[in-house]
């Protein structure tokens, strides 16, 4: 058989949030940085996202990412993070799973106990500690670029549910952040669906209701998430809490997300809530975890930023090729709205 393409793809989990790794089948692509490739790759040559996460290869519940060289010589290696419906400048779970099959494949050599590397993503620089042992990785902490808040206790008018408050924060994607109670929710699972909905409403009024730029990089711009934020718990051990993140079409991120933690961290200490150095347990709808703590504090062009740290674990699933068969009617694949929400076409 001749394939027009052919996609060499690790699969991983991070607690539950499967974001998969592609590690061959593309050699580079245009940029002088990696958000710039990102930029390309949106602007110019989206093939990678419709092919492989649309159906019938794909599914809304799942993220890839893209492996290239640096492009800074700091950096041991960069990846580009593409979702359903965007390419992200920075994505927790998916740094995670990225790492995790880097080290286990031996496409960067494991280092035991702890192996230590720098990654570029499309925000900058990530440092990263993984903890392996006997050939697997058993966590990554990355320390993640600095996180800072937008508005407090910010009003917005919402189809269906009138008047409610959110925070709005950056935390390598911005969010509107919603106290769960306050809208009538506990996070449970039962209430997944209706979460979604519901999240995507909040989402795009906040959108509109509060413009949010990056204050060094106009290009990140937007609300593009909505995290459910539950109750915090003191406990001897520290403070936890549960939370879920709506990831556009409409859908639950699986884990306790990444960049929500550190948005929901950057909130917390603005608040007075959460001292430097002081430890966070962030928890999934569906029960993972995220170990979250604040190492310090940053300007960023003038506003006052936190500098999160997060550890999680992720676990290898598959190996993939994915073709294109040259007589595919699919190459771009589809969509239908019984799985995507909202979307009423087709062919794409």
């Not at 793809?9 to 539950?16: L, N, P, S, T």
């Not at 492989?52 to 599914?59: A, D, F, I, M």
């Not at 508005?151 to 911005?174: H, N, Q």
Request: charged share 20%; hydrophobic share 40%.
């Amino acid at each position: 058989m001749r394939f027009s393409r052919m996609i060499t793809v690790v699969g991983a989990h991070a607690c539950g949030e499967l974001n998969e790794v592609i590690t061959g089948g593309v050699l580079d692509v245009p940029g002088s940085t990696m958000f710039e490739k990102m930029q390309y790759l949106q602007a110019k040559d989206d093939f990678l996202r419709k092919f492989l996460l649309n159906e019938p290869r794909g599914r809304v519940s799942q993220c890839v990412n893209l492996v290239l060289p640096p492009t800074r010589p700091e950096a041991d290696v960069g990846y580009v993070i593409i979702e359903s419906d965007y390419y992200v400048p920075m994505s927790g779970t998916n740094t995670i799973c990225t790492v995790t099959a880097l080290l286990e494949t031996g496409m960067i050599p494991m280092q035991e106990p702890v192996t230590q590397l720098t990654v570029e993503v499309p925000a900058g620089l990530v440092k990263i500690r993984a903890e392996c042992l006997n050939g697997k990785c058993v966590n990554v902490t990355f320390d993640n670029l600095p996180a800072f808040v937008f508005a407090l206790d910010r009003e917005i008018s919402v189809p269906g549910l009138g008047a409610i408050k959110v925070d709005v924060a950056y935390g390598g994607m911005i969010y509107a952040l919603v106290d769960a109670g306050s809208v009538g929710f506990k996070l449970d699972i039962s209430e997944a669906a209706q979460l979604v909905e519901v999240g995507e409403r909040i989402k795009k009024a906040a959108a509109e209701q509060i413009p949010a730029v990056h204050p060094e990089n106009p290009e990140i711009h937007t609300i593009n998430q909505t995290l459910f934020a539950g109750p915090v718990r003191q406990l001897p051990e520290g403070k936890r809490a549960k939370n879920t993140v709506i990831v556009s079409p409409g859908r639950h991120d699986r884990s306790p997300c990444g960049t929500g933690t550190s948005a929901r961290l950057a909130v917390m200490h603005a608040r007075g809530e959460l001292a430097i150095g002081e430890t966070f347990v962030h928890e999934s709808l569906i029960g993972t975890e995220f170990i979250g703590r604040l190492r310090g504090t940053a300007d960023v062009a003038g506003t006052p930023a936190v500098l999160p740290t997060i550890t999680g674990s992720a676990w290898i699933t598959a190996f993939h090729q994915y073709v294109l068969d040259p007589t595919d009617p699919f190459p771009g694949g589809f969509r239908l709205g019984d799985t995507w929400p909202g979307y009423t076409g087709g062919p794409i």
